[in-house]
């Protein structure tokens, strides 16, 4: 589970990889740096072509540059190493409760972050350590909030589950399976009634895709043209039971009927960054769009679940040797000589580092006051406090 | 039976019987239409005996009848003369006024808009304020609530009305999880300034379904508070406080009471959202109430002024959380309490204000609670059924008689 493992599985299959242009140069050598002049730019097509259901889906090939695939694989290596250090974390009992990781699937959050701004939601269930992290989260605000510390996100009054991020637009964070899709539509709803041009992306999972009451808020989204983007991670278990035990049609960019849908290899970043600017310039106009990405998950559905009882061992090592999202753009950061694999290895080291420095940083961070067990139970204002027998007088001021 | 509780009006009115006390026969202005100052409009309560935020009408003659107030003794109420209004037209006046002042509040539910509301608390709102601040929703209660919290967690202040309370168990989850959970969750980072409302409590023999009091179930929920109006001039004043809270505000309505008249000011006025309000000062023994038993109550007030009981009525209002220094007072005073509730016996609203009363004021206390309520049956379809599962004005006399003995 560890990096050296990943870099072992590292060789250059070049049928996944078809670049189809090469701008700038041929086959320069040059050293990574992270200065802005960077103009090397490449035009990749996605390994999986998109299948759209009603709309025409977007081409294949996807423009990158060098310091946008090394930030990629910077990020997502960041992400992983925060969900294997919480897995350590959770078996070292520092983490409670319930932990699910996002390790597999990193590419999403990745790849449809760089396809929007602050200013769009983004909202999903309890798989979001690594979305808070896309959204502009901090490693120590999450790792103090996943041991329950007062520098979490929510404080430590949240826990795995309830990561929120409001500035920048990340609302969570929720534990009951497609309870989200509502709340995504409100979001929608809202940058619709403010006249905002923005939209809202709701992440569920394959397992939520079941849920009624996705279906009533895509009703009404569709009803409305809210601008909001569905998207299905679809990593082929809703927690222990297979998609084809649980869903009629698995086909879940399908199910929206009269809404459109376009289904994404979630496992290439590149892909997904495409698909969801599609989607965001495709929904600002016609209403609301159903992304479904097929992903992966490696870890169980939470740290309880061994994630073994109901896939095989050969299953997970196979994706990971053939579908590994940051494998994917390390081959091509090397084949196309962006960086040296030294390099890369130096990006990996730094990542740990930086994860077991916002380890220990949050691990200093002290627990709660207990006070903090009755603050924002309310918001103070008008008919806020919940008062007791002494009180003398009540006064309230209106806004 | 219920039907007289219709003639008594709304303009619940009240007076001291004991001693004609010129300090109670002030100008009847109303409390909570205090001091402006500089913008800012401050509803301020008194202590007992000058309750707060109640008209009060001043009466002379022979005090042993005046427990009740009938219509048509309203005449002297404030400075100007105001309007009379049916409940409904109360509430739609809050809301309106509402939407008026702040464009981020919005209307969403069913039949909400073109249809003018099943019980024409919108009507002529979808015309003013256009189909997206007056939203029509399909009939899918658990995503329309989660999508009226979801626009409260940007800045909107959506008003969800569910047609009836009983619908509402369909958006428990929402209700629960994300709407008084999320700003606790998110570690204050988030606010759900919504109002959900909806007529519930007992019809007239609509049947099991649709004659639920929600008020017990969502009690338990952290982070939520519950009002639930009776008049039309605590309707429009709790309406008006429950959309400029910031807190999520479920306010329960009624469904027999949508039709009671009141007179009430041309002002703009708030009610506050903890406080109760003293509907007749006593000195016997304290009944607490809330919503449309308020009105059996005031029935069997009438019969047991008559029999030289002086019972002391205060509408709770506050359903979460109880106002316990009104309450705390007036059982100081009195030493004996009977709670009439329309809730069911087990779990419901009586049953927390039993314990909370017991908790507190134990000392104070001459005689066990008497908690009377609906029975723990499905509301049963046939009329003299149904009259049995709720609280009735004889029944409450019986129970004062008892515990004053």
């Known amino acids: ?399 | 039976m219920a039907a007289t509780f219709q003639s008594l009006g709304a303009s619940s009115s009240l007076s001291t019987p004991n001693s004609f006390d010129s300090k109670l026969f002030h100008v009847p202005r109303p409390k909570s239409l205090a001091e402006r100052k500089g913008g800012s409009l401050f509803v301020r309560s008194d202590l007992f005996p000058d309750n707060g935020s109640k008209l009060k009408v001043g009466r002379a003659g022979n005090l042993a009848v005046n427990a009740v107030a009938t219509k048509g003794h309203s005449s002297s109420t404030a400075s100007k003369p105001g309007h009379e209004v049916l409940l409904f037209e109360a509430l739609r006046e809050g809301l309106d006024e509402e939407m008026q002042r702040d464009p981020c509040v919005c209307v969403i539910g069913e039949d909400v808009g073109h249809y003018g509301g099943s019980y024409k608390v919108t009507k002529g709102l979808a015309t003013k304020y256009g189909d997206l601040r007056v939203l029509d929703t399909p009939i899918a209660e658990n995503s329309f609530t989660g999508m009226g919290i979801g626009a409260a967690m940007t800045g909107l202040r959506p008003v969800i009305e569910g047609m009836n309370m009983g619908f509402l168990l369909l958006a428990f989850n929402q209700i629960s999880n994300n709407c008084g959970m999320l700003h606790y969750t998110s570690g204050g980072q988030f606010t759900i300034p919504v109002v959900i409302r909806g007529p519930g409590g007992v019809g007239r023999q609509l049947g099991a379904e649709h004659s639920q009091r929600l008020e017990s179930y969502f009690q338990s929920i952290p982070g939520i508070q519950m009002v639930a109006c009776s008049t039309p001039y605590n309707a429009k004043g709790l309406m008006k406080a429950a959309i400029r809270s910031e807190n999520p505000v479920i306010l329960f309505e009624h469904v027999l009471l949508y039709n009671l008249k009141e007179r009430i000011p041309d002002e703009e006025y708030v009610v506050s959202l903890e406080e109760a309000e003293m509907v007749r000062p006593g000195e016997h023994i304290t009944i607490l109430t809330y919503s449309r038993m308020r009105y059996h109550v005031m029935q069997a007030a009438k019969t047991l002024v008559n029999k030289g009981y002086d019972p002391e009525v205060i509408d709770i209002r506050s359903l979460k959380p109880f106002d316990l220094f009104t309450i705390g007072n007036s059982v100081k005073k009195t030493h004996r309490v009977l709670i009439v509730e329309e809730c069911m016996r087990t779990g419901g609203i009586g049953a927390s204000l039993t314990a909370a009363i017991n908790e507190n004021f134990h000392d104070y206390l001459d005689a066990p609670i008497v908690c009377l309520s609906s029975q723990d049956v499905p509301t049963p379809y046939a009329g003299t059924l149904e009259d049995w599962t709720v609280v009735q004005p004889a029944q409450i006399v019986t129970a004062v008689e008892q515990l004053c003995r």
């Open chain 1, 1 to 399: 589970m560890s990096l050296i493992q990943l870099s072992k599985n590292q060789s250059l299959h070049a049928a996944l990889l078809l670049p189809v242009t090469n701008s700038v140069g041929a086959h320069l050598r040059r050293h990574f740096s992270s200065t802005e002049t960077d103009t090397r730019t490449l035009t990749i097509e996605t390994s999986v072509p998109y299948t759209g259901h009603k709309l025409e889906p977007p081409s294949r090939s996807v423009e990158t540059t060098q310091k946008e695939l090394l930030t990629f694989f910077r990020e997502m290596s960041l992400m992983r190493r925060m969900e294997i250090a919480a897995d350590s974390l959770y078996k070292a009992k520092l983490i409670r409760g319930f932990c699910h990781l996002y390790d597999g699937q990193e590419a999403v959050a990745v790849g449809m972050e760089a396809a929007i701004t602050k200013k769009d939601n983004v909202i999903t269930a309890y798989r979001d350590h690594c979305i808070y992290l896309a959204r502009g989260g901090t490693l120590v605000g999450a790792f103090a909030e996943l041991m329950g510390r007062r520098d979490g996100c929510s404080k430590g009054k949240g826990g795995s589950m309830h990561f929120y991020k409001k500035d920048s637009g990340f609302y969570g964070g929720h534990g009951i399976v497609g309870a989200q899709t509502p709340l995504g539509c409100g979001l929608a709803f809202a940058q619709k009634y403010l006249k905002e041009e923005h939209v809202t992306f709701t992440l569920y999972g394959d397992g939520a895709a079941n849920q009624g009451q996705l279906f009533e808020a895509l009703n009404m989204a569709a009803l409305w043209d809210l601008p909001v983007i569905l998207v299905c991670e679809n990593n082929h278990y809703g927690m222990g039971t297979a998609e084809w035990r649980a869903a009629k049609s698995p086909a879940y960019y399908k199910r929206g009927d009269y809404v459109p849908g376009l289904k994404v290899d979630g496992m290439d970043v590149l892909a997904v960054k495409q698909a969801c600017k599609f989607a965001k310039e495709h929904v600002l106009k016609n209403g609301p769009i159903i992304l479904e990405m097929d992903t992966y998950r490696y870890h169980g559905h939470s740290m309880s679940d061994p994630g073994s009882t109901y896939r095989t061992r050969d299953e997970i090592s196979g994706i990971r040797q053939e579908r590994d999202p940051i494998e994917r753009v390390r081959k091509l950061i090397l084949s196309h000589d962006f960086a040296t694999e030294k390099e890369l290895k130096d990006t990996e080291k730094e990542v740990r580092k930086e994860v077991d420095d916002a380890i220990a940083q949050a691990k200093e961070s002290p627990m709660p006051d207990p006070s903090e067990l009755f603050t924002n139970v309310f918001v103070k204002g008008l008919g806020a406090d919940a008062f007791g027998v002494d009180r003398k007088e009540i006064r309230t001021v209106l806004p």
